[in-house]
């Protein structure tokens, strides 16, 4: 599955490499930016298409519906039209700059699907008080505001060759083992779906990038990442069971989680809209600091690999162990990241 995913989009990538260069589709230099000419970008169109094909074939030629849990077809068409609809958000935006109220209120709608299909915050496992039930009428709300968060989250995280899809390959990577660990096989199989999706990307994306994924790219990433949890990642791993343990799906989600509630409050605190662009992400105060291209990756893949690491801790030592140590790592990630910045947050 990984390597049909991965032979898909190594085809599909040059063909919208092709079409890019045919029709100018480019993501042009500005101050913000780090590349130094322009690039074609709408890689994100080969990620998805391949990711989906891939998804799709899986759940009706290799999946038995007795392993899927509690998850029928419809609950995956319904998370599929979601992505669908944010991706064409994102491609949309990505020719037009689409006003942040009409961006929101669209992926609002994109998170609303998979919802209705039943993929909520109904159980979450919390170190302490252990299984939290949670009442619909808070579940539906904050499951919403949990993918649209991390859909934006690693759309802003995306500012540097090779970035957001290595955070994205090395999370859904941790994903699936957790998910086929627990054999919970469709979360497994969108998880590794987009692993091979986003290898075969990164082959034209790593530094020094010949595409760039867009924003149909990255909001399509934190959209799909932000739904494979929902299908359940609990530390018992009950097949079937709607239990989200929360600690290690932020832990696998956390370089963009800090990075976007670091920007959120550096913008609060100058009196700006939360939506104001800036370079003082963990990217570009990582290159302040002398990483460039396979350098940079190379410390942010790392940490990435130590996070998930730390995350598999929850489903091998006591929950009070391993929420210690997770929290511990969250301590020092926020630390270090603040220390790299020229100015305070």
Request: glycine residues 10%; without cysteine; charged residues 10%.
């Amino acid at each position: 599955m990984v390597l049909g995913a991965f032979l898909l989009n190594t085809v599909l990538t040059p063909v919208v490499l092709f079409l890019a260069h045919r029709f100018g589709w480019y993501d042009e230099v500005d101050h913000r930016k780090i590349h130094v000419e322009d690039t074609p970008r709408l890689g994100g169109l080969g990620i998805i298409v391949s990711f989906s094909v891939t998804v799709v074939l899986a759940f009706v030629l290799v999946v038995p519906p007795e392993l899927n849990g509690l998850w029928p077809g419809s609950t995956l068409l319904m998370a599929l039209a979601g992505l669908l609809l944010i991706h064409l958000l994102g491609l949309y935006d990505d020719f037009v700059n689409l006003r942040a109220p009409f961006k929101f209120g669209i992926q609002l709608l994109a998170a609303l699907l998979p919802v209705l299909a039943g993929l909520v915050f109904r159980v979450v496992q919390v170190p302490v008080f252990g299984e939290i039930q949670i009442p619909l009428w808070i579940a539906v709300p904050a499951t919403i505001f949990w993918i649209v968060s991390i859909a934006n989250a690693v759309n802003l995280i995306d500012g540097a060759d090779g970035m957001a899809g290595g955070i994205a390959l090395i999370a859904a990577f941790f994903m699936g083992i957790i998910g086929y660990g627990q054999g919970m096989l469709l979360p497994a199989v969108f998880a590794f779906a987009l692993v091979g999706s986003l290898a075969g990307f990164l082959v034209y994306n790593a530094p020094p990038a010949k595409i760039f994924m867009g924003d149909g790219g990255s909001l399509s990433l934190g959209f799909i990442l932000a739904v494979i949890p929902l299908f359940g990642i609990s530390q018992n791993g009950s097949a079937g069971a709607p239990t989200i343990a929360i600690l290690p799906v932020v832990t696998l989600l956390f370089i963009p989680v800090a990075d976007t509630l670091m920007a959120i409050i550096r913008r609060i605190r100058r009196g700006e809209p939360i939506h104001t662009p800036d370079r003082e992400h963990l990217h570009h105060r990582l290159i302040d600091r002398g990483l460039h291209g396979h350098q940079l990756l190379a410390v942010v893949y790392t940490v990435m690999i130590v996070l998930g690491l730390i995350s598999l801790t929850w489903f091998f030592l006591p929950a009070n162990l391993s929420a210690g140590i997770i929290v511990a790592a969250w301590i020092a990630f926020v630390t270090a990241a603040v220390k790299l910045g020229r100015s305070r947050i």
